[in-house]
């Protein structure tokens, strides 16, 4: 392990865009789909990675809904989260607040509370196991109807007493701008639920404008094209939104063509508060410290800068602000460690 690596993984930090239903591994899906004998368009695991070479998020999100379909019952869902706390805990990540698309799941038959329960349970589990908090929002797919998500939300209200603290909105962006959902997340909203959306990742500045003045959120998830419009850039760093930003996703959705293009920097430049994170690491090539790692030396990113994109992970997420002292006093500890000097 490089020096940066280990001080990388040293670091305490918050994983704030996680999609469980990306977290699921070649080896996993393929177990799976033996077990539920499910028929894969893939003989082996090679084939599987093969596969993932994509040239947009559509590209992606096909082969991604493909496989979830393996995930057929409450114990798939417990496996597939407790993989991903597993593996993160050796990262140094200390709270992960992960989104998942029930509607992935209850439109092929898999019900919404083996779905939900089995995610909770790992997530209480991997609390105890792995000394990881978390927190679970359900997100809407947006290239289905705003009817299709207010009868998700319904669903979903016996969960809605502290046990799924939020929704999203995830899935196809162009053509499907966040005002579609603006009475949904009206909706979330007068039930107390943290409010997050997709915006920006390959759809204009506008549509992240919208999910800040129509859907209100609390937290914009990529947000990379914010940029292009100056002056909201300007009022989001006064406001000090938080933006989750996924370098290795943008790389492999072909929305940057190299790393040195990535907004990322310029994003911190302009005042925003950024942070890294993994979106779907399992087929984008790798978790936190991955993600880290590809823009540190094209960015030419501090260890500072570093430090303080892990600050803004713990600061930007919903934890108490007693909680998010605790971390942000153990980040200033590990750039006080003498073997990093
Ligand atoms: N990067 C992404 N963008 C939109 N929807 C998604 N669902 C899973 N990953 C996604
Ligand atoms: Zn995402």
Redesign the pocket.
């Known amino acids: 392990m490089s020096d940066l690596e280990k001080f990388i993984t040293a670091l305490p930090k918050a994983e704030l865009h996680l999609?469980l239903?990306?977290s699921l591994e070649p080896e996993l899906m393929m177990e799976l789909a033996t077990k539920n004998n499910i028929e894969l368009p893939y003989q082996t695991i090679d084939e599987i990675r093969k596969a993932y070479d994509f040239s947009n998020?559509q590209d992606?999100?096909d082969i991604?809904y493909q496989g979830m379909n393996v995930l057929q019952g409450e114990e798939d869902f417990y496996a597939l989260t407790m993989a991903y706390l597993e593996k993160v805990s050796g990262e140094g990540v200390v709270h992960a607040e992960v989104?998942y698309?029930p509607q992935g799941h209850t439109s092929r038959g898999v019900p919404f509370a083996e779905v939900t329960n089995g995610i909770l349970r790992a997530l209480d589990d991997g609390r105890e196991k792995y000394g990881v908090s978390s927190e679970l929002i359900m997100?809407f797919l947006r290239h289905l109807s705003e009817e299709e998500a207010f009868a998700t939300l319904r669903e979903a209200e016996p969960w809605f007493d502290g046990r799924i603290i939020g929704v999203g909105l995830?899935?196809?962006?162009l053509g499907h701008p966040p005002s579609k959902f603006q009475r949904v997340f009206a909706a979330a909203r007068e039930m107390d639920l943290l409010l997050v959306a997709?915006a920006g990742?390959e759809g204009p500045a506008a549509y992240v404008r919208e999910a800040v003045e129509l859907l209100k959120v609390d937290r914009l998830?990529?947000g990379n094209r914010t940029l292009e419009d100056t002056a909201l850039t300007e009022t989001l760093a006064q406001s000090g939104m938080t933006f989750t930003v996924?370098p290795l996703?943008n790389l492999k959705?072909c929305g940057v063509p190299d790393m040195k293009e990535h907004p990322l920097r310029r994003m911190m430049d302009a005042g925003l508060k950024v942070t890294v994170n993994s979106?779907?690491p399992a087929y984008f090539g790798g978790y936190m410290t991955a993600n880290f790692l590809s823009v540190a030396q094209p960015l030419d990113l501090s260890k500072e800068d570093i430090a303080q994109l892990c600050r803004n992970s713990i600061a930007g997420s919903f934890l108490t602000e007693e909680e998010k002292s605790v971390h942000i006093a153990a980040i200033d500890q590990v750039l006080l460690h003498p073997w990093n000097c």
């Open positions: 999609h239903e990306g998020l992606f999100l991604y989104f698309d997100s995830d899935s196809s962006e997709h990742e998830d990529h996924c996703s959705l979106d779907d």
